[in-house]
């Protein structure tokens, strides 16, 4: 619950922890970004290994609020509860709570308490604290809190975890303290990252209250005392906010969060409430999916998408951890599951937080310039985790060896290019990273005597992490090809039309007509590993002369199989965590013949035991385009109650936000069967099992597409609500959509 | 100096360090298998990894004799030194430092230390240190010590090191002094080991001395005061003992310190001498091999000869660490490579040696046992590195992959029997480990379609670690092939003969006849990778699908490669460390056809770093079988010195002991040409630019034979010494020889 409760802008979250403190799985507020640093130490070490550590760590919690009713404090773990309603309006952005305490003493307290991250106002969160007395007098104290929180704890043999410190790891630097107004400023212990947080309280009550301000560098504490009539309620608002640096001095942003915290204070609970909904309107407005037939299939289908949207609204600079700011799992790094999983989301419905996400990697550059060097490539090579830009993946067979992020990166901004238009980001900031990207593709691999002399790509590891450091992955050498491709014709086409550009490229990066040819050529004879007899294509180059696994005999309890048997015994089967064939038959659909499709699917789908939290998705849109319409809602039904029923049973660790977009991609690419290979959008409806109908909405080239498919009467309808003019396809049909006039077209349901 | 210099037994080592403390690399007194443990820590862990570290830590140092000569100390660093000389001597077993201060004031003094590690006595030391006035009075004072040792440094990035403990091991649990004695007990503090150790001291000198003792719980010191004049000689002579036990208590471990001390007094230290010089003597009667021609080899190979025997000699009951007790690489664990590269030696000169250390594997069966059971395995699974028997290797690729060294254990097994026809271990012990690896490799591979049903071991590691994880290690399926052949023989053989050893087998393990069918099977269907078109054996199945290496732009300083490449660059090039297919070759030399043997060699040996101390003396071996005799003499001068030209920079952490032992198959089985294929002995002598003639002794079956190989002459004499008959073979022709009477051949020099 403190995970599918967790409040989040991108920039701040906020588990969905109790205002009283207990009880509690794990507390946490979160800072995108926010981390400490550590030497990672091996007990076998090599050459090129991660050196750096980066764990993000727990700010300090402000929305702590002690009650005491009669000196008695509400304990909700111990208390008589009357009432206990808790609500994530996902409309209005607010968590509330709504609870009747039975005191021994036959007093009854009704305690409601409201909680926003604002989106509008990405430092600043707000609690609204109403207490009222609905059967007798009694003396009310509370005492809200801004405090220093324990460290996450380790979650012992599983990678997908976070970590402990052995030491304190935030250095309290000052504190300012006057009236209802605490600012705390704190130091992360190693990586001098810098932080201000503070808190301001409104008192809303009849008659008198005393408000005593009794803050130490170490916590920041404000203490209210009523003395309460029966009827009467206490209300405090508590205004929350935070601000980090890696540069500014602590006072500096002190200054920030008093300035903050008085806008906070002039707009109230209610005022920020008001412009969270308003915000949040416009949210749903482009990127809602309405669902017709199956109520709780809509529920999860917002669930998901509103916390893409907690995880991604304000990250502005920074990346987006694999677990939003719900969690401290994967310990707030950034992998490819941003570019792949999620960007599509943000793409089509927030093409301006896509662009931030990309524009984060290419800040990155730099640091994976150095990273490829260090592991003897050219050009530059992302990090497959990592917060500050370094390589943090101390197992490099599920880590470094995944060099397919490079080429997911680009696919991202390739495909964000293709459906905004915003030519000038890929000539900008989208050029050089093709550039290093491609350098490091055309380097890593080589043309191999053994393969006809083709250009094979050895030692990789790709999505799928059951079968690691393995020759020619398919995946990877498939969306390298669309990397070098990619690279090569956008260069081609800067150093036609944009010349000075090119210039200046080939003055800041050395860039060379002749390595343009070189991707090109790599590209052309890439080897893509394909088995004749089987008619399938193969994972990588050994995977059908692996050993079976014996599925019979293997348990339910015995998966996730990472956390049940030795990685030797894993990667010596054949096994799958998440089929990448598969993957790439949806991002390269266009590629793929259909009965070849099949024939894949069919062979990887009973192989893959779905221990990814990314394999369901894929696999439903694949099942989907291949009419297998039962597996594919199965699929999508898994992927939307993966958090919301715990399926992988670490939700505690956070929401799984890829997955999350993975769902999106299951119901638009899936179910509404939409393609759009080159930037051209098509249809191609199937609904399936009690879904009657379906409407969501698609921004194209700053043109807003809504599309409402009607599984009972087999039509769907395309409504181009804001632009000029979109041309899309149904079926085989080319619509040239203008706006206002909605385009009705038949499909077979 | 302080690892070639350094005394050992195969219980107790001592480094070669000077007495007076300084100047030190790294001081070391260290016992065999007497090891400190911890937890190994992952900074990403996974299921069925080795958990517990295992260390050899330093046991308290007994060489510290400080010497003050008019109250000024002798400072080996700062002193003036007239004369100085160290003499390590392999046929007394001494090590004898003799020098002359000079002083300021003109006075001389010289210094005369010996020291021995005793064979006969494998818990005594003895230090003779002698100080004598050479041309004026002076007050001398000794102060002879008996401390415990700051642990070993760590050597960053290298995994060949040691280990650092943050917190002091070595727990003192208490002392006895009086007089000249003082003894010692402590504890480690996490594996709980027991030790006492002690030392006594007898004094010789004209005139009356002092002698005071200053010992406390943290350190032995007894003080030895002497009037000195000139002319006169002061003699201390110190005797050392160590006990330790994983059960018995301190208390316990005293009364033996105390009693070998009392013994060790009894002898002094020149009857201890006499007993070591004596039985030195016995060794080299046995063991030596003498070199005409070329003085320098002579020395580097007994000084290779003496250094295994120091390693092995009294191990007893345990392992032999791969440095044996020069150093503290490796943190004193037992590998493969005492099976494959040290046991030929012992079979060959002292074959209970060989039949101890086999029986220490089989002691570790019931740990292999639960280890097979954590990675999903039947039968055992010896560790790949270990002192007590777990799997200490934290690096699975280059560790628990390496399921060869079971393989490797059996083979050393049953070269032992046919060398020795010791059957009644085959029967008793050996037929157990038999059974067990043959379930682990039965159970390991199976049975692929795509290999056109025959059986293949997927997801192993060969001895050559710049592959790690591959399918079809050539090296490991030959070598498992004859595990499960020499089972199936043995059990088959055991049923026949001795049925009631076999439903004893039967009972204890639960063998079935069909079991034994099966392992039949699985060796008649091994699949071994072979490529047609190349006509070479394939080191494993992807081996010719790798980028080449680019060895002409790799420089001197970039080797070995592991310290200066990501093992993911290591990996994915056709590169190795040592040529596992040429081993095979070497070890199951009659299964491949001499021109075979010519076409792998001559495509391995290109490829081959060397970066591994175990691959010249085999590449030696074969390229001597083909007549590539300057290769192989340049191989075998290389692995000759090794560690006397420290050639692989690392000679401080201890002598390559297996390498040693490759030097001893080198000169037998590469330049006299010796092969002993199911236990036949045969020559094909060879010799070599600068070795004139080659003299050597072979132990068979209780028979001991002297070969003399005389290059002028092109003459081979065999001289059955002890015996009473044996057939051997020289190049063709069978010869029949009876004791005491020389048989002399002719061979092309």
Redesign the interface.
Known sequence: METLFALANGYLGIRGTFEEGTPVFQKGSLINGFHETWP??????????ART?QTIVNVPDGTLIRLYVDDEPFDLAQATLLNYERTLNMQTGILERDVIWGKGSGKRIRIRSRRLVSFEHRHVAAVSYEVTLLNADAPIVISSELVYQEETRPV????RGSRAFAERVLLPQGLQACGGKAILTTMTRTSRMTLACGMEHVVETDGSYDLENQSSNERGRVLLSVNGIAGQTVRLTKLLTYHDSRHAEVDELAERAERALERARGLGFDGLAAGQHAYLGTFWDRADIEVRGDIELQQAVRFNIFHIHQASARTDGMGLPAKGLTGHGYEGHYFWDTEIYVLPFLIYTSPQLARNLLRFRYRMLDAARKRAR???QEGALFPWRTINGEEA?????A???QYHINADIIFALMKYVEVTGDSAFLHQEGAEMLIETARMWRSL??Y?A??NGQF?I???TGPDEYN??V?NNAFTNLMARENLRAAATTLQEIRANHPDRFAGLAHDTGLSDSEIAEWQAAADRMYVPYDEAAGIHLQD??F?????WDFANTSADQYPL????????I??HNVVKQADIVLAMFLLGNTFPLEQKRRNFDYYDPLTTGDSSLSVSIQSILAMELGYRDKAIEYLRYGLWMDLADFHANVEQGCHIASMGGTWMAVVYGVAGMRDHGGRITFDPRLGKRIEGLRFHLTSRGQLLTVDIEGRKGQATYLLREGSGLTIGHLDEELKLEPGKPVSRAFKS
Do not use: M, W
């Open positions: 990672i130490v091996y007990p076998e070490s090599a050459f090129g290994y550590g012992e043999g599983d990678q260090e592991v003897n993946s101390a197992y490099y067979a880590g470094t060896a691999g080589f191999s053994r393969a094979c050895n030692g990789v690691t450091v020759n180059d050994e059908l002369s692996k050993k079976p990472l956390l049940h048997f030795h990685p030797l015994v990667y010596r």
